[in-house]
Structures are given as C-alpha cells and as structure tokens.
C-alpha cells in the first residue's frame, strides 16, 4: 500500500529540509506516492498567483493528509499567513506541538517531556480586524466558541488516555477575561469530570510562562486557546532546544497537516546547511497518524542515536555535517532498525 500525502515543500530552506525528510521517510520501507505542491506562499505571489491556490486545498482533501516545509509569513503587511489560512480551512483544530529534550544537546534543563494543545481556529487568531481611521484605534476580536473551546479540550484529554499521560492543565486569563478564558476554564473542568483517572489543575497563563522556566518538569499535557498556545509552545520549545528540532502537527475531524514550525530562514536558503530536524519529527508524528507504528519507532530510534552519539549534527548545534549529509547518515540508521 502506498499512502498519497500532499507535500508543500515552501519557500527559503522549505525545499531543502522537506527533500531530506523524504529521504529519511522512505528509508522506513512505507511506500508514498508524493503530491507536490510547490507554488505556495510568496513563490506562488509572485507567479501571479493566490498564496494559497485552490488546488492545494483540493489536494489535502483528497490525500487528507499533508507535510508541509516553513512558509514565509510577511509581517505587518502583505497575505494572510497560509499556515492560519490551512487550519481555518480545512478546520484543523488541534495544534499539537510536543516538548520533549533530546539527548545531546545543552539545554538548561533535562527530561521534559510535555505536549501543547493549542486551538488552531478561533481566538485572536480568527482575523476580526477593523481599523478606525480617524481616531486611530485598531480592534481585534477574541472570538472563543463553546463548541470549539470543548473539542480541543477533549482533544487533549483522548490523547492523554490514549498516551498514558496522567496529568492535564488548562491554562487561561480567567481572572481578568472573564468571559472568553472564563468560559474555557468552566469547559475545561466539565471535560476533566469525565477523565477521573487523569489529574486536572489549571495556571493563569502569565504564572504559566513562571512554572515553565522554573519547573518545567512538572507538567505534562497542557491544553488552551489560540493565541496562549502560539506563544506557549514556542517557549517550550526553547526549554528544549528550539523551533529547529520540535515536531507540530495540525489535526481536524477529517484532515491533518504536520510540519516544520520554525520560519522558512531564507537568509541560508540554498546553501545546504539547514537542520532538517523539525520536519523529521513531525514526519513521526505523520507516521503515527497513519498508524504505522513501527515506522514511526524506527525513525525515532534513529533520531536518538545520531542525537546521542553527536558526531552527524548540523552546524546550527555545533556538527559538522550539512542538510544532505544529516539526512544521510540518519535514513542509514532508520533502515537498520526497520
């Protein structure tokens, strides 16, 4: 069986990290049959054509499944990020983004391991905009859904089950946001009645960034809204090495888009160095999905090693090795465990 997958390699060191995940993909023994979708984002703006065309969007409702590389998002002007246009619509709901320290690599702290659920529509992130000119007043509306707060929160408690994972806490700003983080943590408490066997406590969100860079250790599953899991996920990922070697996954009801969420880097686009890392590991996650377990084992096993022994690193975390000559090395160590 072969699976078809949509591949959006994007732009800057897109193509690069996406073609060294492949490799490394493939060395699983899976078979895919790649659906490429090369013009997104600004490569696709400058042809003459919509950042995120129709056709990519056909493409991952027929495949229901796609790996993405980093997509430049312009700042303070230009398209709509196409990583929140992606989720919005295909209604991919669940942002799941896992913190996880490698072997090998100097971080301030040792053994987190933790999981961000993040919901991926709504929020800030819902694009209700408007701009009064004359007095110079920008609004943004925090749009939060019964419906949508409940689904990302059973969302992460199903997973804590399925995991084994013990322990979930919400995290909010009910204290001042009474209504829209009000209305998340009461949700989150009636969820948490029906998972007994799952510990449930809750952290104001400004508290939350405190615990993490105190005592990351003691936290597992975290699960809230939009904008809280954007900025939450990024500094776990810093606890544990940074955007360049952190899996993300974006799930819906029908659809799931797994990829690299640092940025497209394109100050050393071209130039064969980067680290391929975060791709590879939302390719696990992608292999998981698909319900191929053992692929996913021998990929991870092969991450481990070439992590902890430390010779076959990109230059980003002190190794002499390029993009191509990583991924070299790691789809050896990933056929030899397969």
């Not at 013009?39 to 027929?62: F, H, N, Q, T």
């Not at 590389?69 to 303070?76: E, F, N």
């Not at 319900?291 to 991450?303: D, K």
Request: charged share 20%; hydrophobic share 40%; net charge negative.
């Amino acid at each position: 069986m072969a699976y078809r997958i949509t591949l959006i390699p994007g732009d800057g060191i897109g193509p690069e990290v996406t073609a060294a995940t492949v490799q490394v993909l493939e060395a699983t023994g899976c078979a895919f049959h790649w659906d490429h979708q090369d013009k997104v984002g600004a490569d696709s703006v400058e042809a003459g054509g919509e950042p995120l065309p129709e056709s990519v969007l056909e493409s991952i409702r027929r495949n229901k499944t796609a790996l993405k590389g980093p997509v430049t998002t312009p700042v303070g002007k230009g398209f709509k990020s196409v990583n929140v246009q992606l989720r919005q619509k295909l209604d991919l709901f669940a942002n799941v983004r896992p913190a996880k320290s490698l072997p090998g690599l100097k971080t301030p702290f040792k053994d987190i391991d933790m999981v961000i659920f993040r919901e991926n529509t709504e929020g800030l992130y819902s694009g209700l905009e408007s701009y009064d000119e004359r007095h110079g007043i920008a609004d943004s509306i925090a749009r939060i859904s019964k419906v949508g707060s409940e689904r990302i929160i059973r969302f992460c408690f199903e997973y804590a089950k399925r995991q084994g994972r013990k322990q979930v806490t919400v995290v909010h700003k009910a204290n001042i946001l009474k209504l829209t983080s009000g209305m998340f943590l009461r949700l989150a408490r009636e969820v948490a009645a029906a998972y007994p066997g799952i510990e449930f406590n809750d952290r104001i969100v400004d508290n939350m960034c405190m615990q993490l860079v105190m005592h990351p250790q003691r936290y597992d599953c975290l699960v809230t809204t939009n904008l809280f899991g954007d900025i939450l996920s990024d500094l776990a990922a810093g606890l544990v090495g940074g955007l360049g070697v952190i899996a993300g996954a974006n799930i819906g009801e029908d659809y799931a888009v797994f990829e690299a969420v640092h940025g497209s880097a394109p100050d050393i686009a071209g130039q064969n160095k980067a680290n391929p890392t975060a791709l590879i590991r939302s390719a696990e996650m992608m292999l998981l999905h698909l319900g191929e377990f053992a692929a996913a084992e021998a990929l991870h096993a092969g991450i481990m090693e070439i992590y902890t022994e430390g010779k076959y690193l990109t230059g980003d975390l002190g190794g002499p090795c390029s993009t191509t000559e990583f991924a070299d090395h790691l789809a050896a160590r990933v056929a030899a465990h397969v």
